[in-house]
């Protein structure tokens, strides 16, 4: 198992936001934590990169405990999480934003990597030189997942990709989600647009007050109506 999470504990303050949650992620798997706003989703992810680490309970990632760890150690182990409010700078161009995913490697290596970003995502080719602030939320959003598989993720944790895209837009990033697929790159990511997520997951889990209430196979949730009611108001 490439990621197993174990009965984590995650608490901002006093309040607690998610309760014995465990999950696993196999290699080449993409799997969604669904659930509506405020279910623990992000607090999730957050654990996992060690932004809000886990007050008890385990996180193993590569066989390898991580819980507890600092967000930078956790990044350098293999895991980029893409979070929310895609935190671009609006003043580098759309290039300078994707060499800062992998700073530490020749000026060689960043180009070929950029090229591969460039062939995932062709429309930055012609926006490369642009300020990314300039950039439409769709645009940002390739910019910020194009920096995080700079450095070459053998996890990568997506928070809420489709939150304020146009349909249009979403249907695009169904089909790049299927090209990372294709690269076996695994990924772990939160929505709320439910139809999206399973559109391209192989596994599902429900998040709801914090606590895990399904785990299953994307067919199987699609077709269990009560679930999807009353835990994702689809
Ligand atoms: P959303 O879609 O709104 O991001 P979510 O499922 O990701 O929802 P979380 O952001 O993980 O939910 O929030 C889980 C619970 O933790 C909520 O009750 C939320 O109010 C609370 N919470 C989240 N962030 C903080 C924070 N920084 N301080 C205090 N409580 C927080």
Redesign the pocket.
């Known amino acids: 198992m490439l990621l197993e999470v174990s009965n984590i504990n995650t608490f901002?303050?006093v309040?607690q936001?998610?309760f014995n949650v465990s999950l696993t992620v196999d290699t080449g798997e993409v799997v969604c934590l669904l659930?509506?706003?405020?279910?623990?989703?992000?607090?999730?992810?957050?654990s996992i990169m060690g932004l809000?680490s886990p007050r008890s309970g385990s996180i193993k990632f590569k066989e390898r405990e991580i819980a507890g760890n600092k967000p930078f150690q956790i990044a350098r182990t293999g895991i980029r999480m893409v979070p929310?409010n895609r935190l671009i700078f609006s003043d580098l161009t759309v290039r300078e934003n994707l060499e800062l995913g992998c700073r530490n490697k020749s000026g060689k290596y960043r180009s070929e990597k950029i090229d591969k970003i460039l062939d995932l995502f062709p429309r930055l080719e012609g926006l490369q030189y642009r300020a990314a602030g300039d950039l439409s939320g769709g645009e940002q959003q390739m910019v910020t997942i194009g920096r995080s598989l700079m450095g070459d993720p053998e996890l990568l944790l997506l928070?809420?990709l489709s939150?304020g895209l146009a349909p249009i837009v979403i249907e695009l990033f169904k089909r790049q989600i299927g090209r990372l697929r294709e690269e076996k790159i695994t990924i772990l990511l939160?929505e709320?647009n439910v139809l999206f997520a399973l559109d391209i997951s192989d596994r599902a889990y429900v998040?709801d007050k914090?606590t895990i209430v399904y785990e299953g196979n994307v067919e199987q949730l699609r077709e269990n109506k009560r679930l999807m009611s009353e835990f994702l108001g689809v």
């Open positions: 901002y303050d309040f936001a998610v659930g509506r706003n405020g279910a623990g989703k992000t607090t999730t992810l957050s809000n929310e928070d809420e939150v939160t709320q998040i914090g």
